[in-house]
């Protein structure tokens, strides 16, 4: 599992990189730099996500409407272009039984209907965009600005299920006998990864057999990561899933940190020549949410993890677009995404460059 530094910088060769699971997380979409008041401001020499835009990115073109479906050119996937055709929110199990009455009568001349994942409907957010967060120019219609199920339980609690909002864009769980939107999709996606879930779970969070259920562990749609899916020396971790290198060490700061703070610590990586480079950047949130397994809580790490001093809350580079003076945070105890307060030393950071 471990290797030299000297690997490590090297990076993988390419028949590795491209092996079986590699993958690039999709860029987030955001384009412009925030500073910590909310006031926009020049990118060069922010080290936002503005300023970098990694991840793979998508075009004006990427949307194709196909009569009442929406194919994603970017994912592959296909969607119902009414992202609210049942016109009223729906039970975790009454959305996974919609989507199987939708294969019974082959709706829309398909018959390979589903509750996406929280990774596929995650695929959609824009974090250029709220009101809904889904980027400028979509062809959907009927978009709720609320909260939509996906096919994941959370491991934390296999009784909720995760849910994304499309208001704003933050993702998090509820319990199943709760009351949310219903948005199919279909198809298979040759970008995104899997979550990493496995089991299923009825409502009352009980494992249950898979076939026939519909939920994400059933279908497990997505890349998987190479295993094992970190290589390690004593400073840095490659991730072979998406060729990204983190600190071994996941709380390099010491303290919590405002989220300018959190950038400058990053700076001074970079002038320092840690580790021997001068790419460290602070994380998109979804290069973040890239680490996350979701068959695992406390952390959502993948088991056997080589990193120490995991925190609960990482800041990412990505600003909020809702309310430009807050952040985007992965909140790695739950696997959940959500916002912190710009000015507060709330959270930690974890560097990352490349891929390499």
């Not at 936002?48 to 194709?64: H, K, L, N, P, T």
């Not at 700061?253 to 021997?276: M, T, V």
């Not at 925190?311 to 945070?329: G, L």
Request: with cysteine.
């Amino acid at each position: 599992m471990s290797a030299d530094k000297t690997n490590l910088q090297s990076g993988d060769p390419a028949s590795d990189r491209q092996a079986r699971g590699w993958f690039t997380p999709l860029a987030t979409g955001q384009e412009r730099c925030y500073a910590a008041d909310g006031s926009e401001m020049a990118c060069p020499g922010s080290g936002q996500d503005g300023e970098f835009r990694y991840g793979r990115r998508w075009s004006a073109s990427r949307f194709e409407p196909r009569d009442e479906i929406v194919l994603d050119a970017l994912t592959g996937l296909c969607w119902t272009r009414d992202a609210n055709r049942q016109e009223f929110p729906v039970t975790w199990p009454e959305a996974l039984e919609l989507a199987a009455a939708m294969n019974t009568a082959r709706a829309f001349g398909y018959a390979d209907w589903r509750l996406p994942n929280r990774r596929e409907l995650l695929s959609l957010i824009s974090h250029q965009a709220r009101k809904p967060a889904l980027p400028a120019g979509h062809p959907f219609v009927n978009v709720f600005l609320g909260w939509y199920w996906t096919s994941t339980s959370a491991a934390i609690n296999p009784a909720y299920a995760w849910y994304i909002n499309l208001e704003g864009g933050r993702m998090f769980y509820g319990r199943k006998d709760q009351y949310y939107l219903f948005w199919p999709v279909r198809g298979h996606s040759a970008v995104l990864a899997a979550t990493g879930q496995q089991n299923c779970h009825d409502p009352a969070g009980r494992l249950m057999p898979c076939p026939g259920s519909g939920q994400d562990g059933e279908f497990q749609h997505g890349l998987r990561p190479p295993n094992p899916r970190f290589r390690s020396n004593d400073e840095m971790v490659q991730d072979r899933h998406t060729g990204l290198l983190w600190l071994r060490d996941a709380n390099v700061g010491r303290r919590p940190l405002g989220w300018q703070a959190a950038l400058d610590e990053i700076r001074e990586l970079n002038r320092k020549n840690f580790g021997g480079r001068r790419d460290w950047r602070l994380p998109s949130i979804n290069a973040l949410e890239s680490l996350v397994d979701c068959s695992r809580h406390s952390p959502a790490l993948a088991a056997g993890h080589p990193f120490n001093n995991v925190q609960e809350v990482y800041w990412s580079s990505t600003t909020s677009f809702f309310e430009t003076d807050w952040a985007w945070a992965l909140y790695l105890t739950k696997g959940a995404l959500g916002v912190g307060y710009k000015p507060n030393a709330a959270f930690a950071i974890w560097p990352v460059c490349g891929p390499t």
